[in-house]
């Protein structure tokens, strides 16, 4: 004599669909160009800067953001915020400007990858008040599709960042920097 669980398994196996092929994913093409990425970011509220001298960055950082301002950074030496992944959730709260290294940006949406290894700790582009995003210009692609299948090369835990964080779930009234940050910047260099 058969269990319930032997039946129940044996109905499932006798009762199988026909495998079918998987479909076949079309290619999605898209324009990667620095424009298209520039006017996405304006788009959802970002700001994008050139900057052509990648010796300047620390120069352009201090024009855009005041000098009082406590930064967190690995790119700038300047950076006045210690932080590492142990860092307390006051401090990290505490942090006016976050000045990051994203890894790649989606033209499509004006998103950029940032993973695990240039955040300095997981919270942190979501805490800060202005998040600055250095990215190289040659590191664009046109869809989420070309994204995704980069993301396995630059680590396993990362985001994509979009824009300043904004909602209007509240009252129907748009609310800046209620999820992250009030601003972004993306330095493109």
Aim: hydrophobic share 45%; aromatic share 4%.
């Amino acid at each position: 004599m058969s269990s319930s669980r032997e039946k129940i398994l044996a109905a499932v196996r006798a009762n199988q669909p026909d495998e079918l092929p998987l479909p076949t994913v079309p290619s999605f093409e898209g324009d990667e160009s620095v424009e298209k990425f520039t006017s996405i970011v304006q788009g959802i509220g970002g700001t994008v800067v050139d900057v052509l001298d990648a010796t300047r960055l620390p120069e352009v950082i201090h024009q855009l953001f005041p000098a009082d301002y406590r930064i967190a950074s690995p790119l700038l030496p300047e950076a006045n915020v210690p932080i590492d992944a142990q860092t307390s959730i006051e401090v990290l709260a505490a942090v006016d400007l976050a000045v990051l290294q994203g890894e790649f940006g989606v033209a499509e949406n004006g998103s950029i990858w940032v993973p695990e290894a240039n955040m300095l700790h997981r919270a942190l582009p979501m805490i800060t008040q202005h998040l600055a995003l250095v990215l190289d210009r040659r590191n664009l692609v046109a869809t989420m599709h070309q994204a995704y299948a980069r993301v396995p090369s630059v680590g396993g835990y990362g985001t994509f960042l979009a824009g300043p964080s904004k909602t209007a779930d509240i009252e129907q009234s748009l609310v800046i920097g209620a999820h992250g940050a009030r601003s972004m910047v993306v330095l493109l260099v």
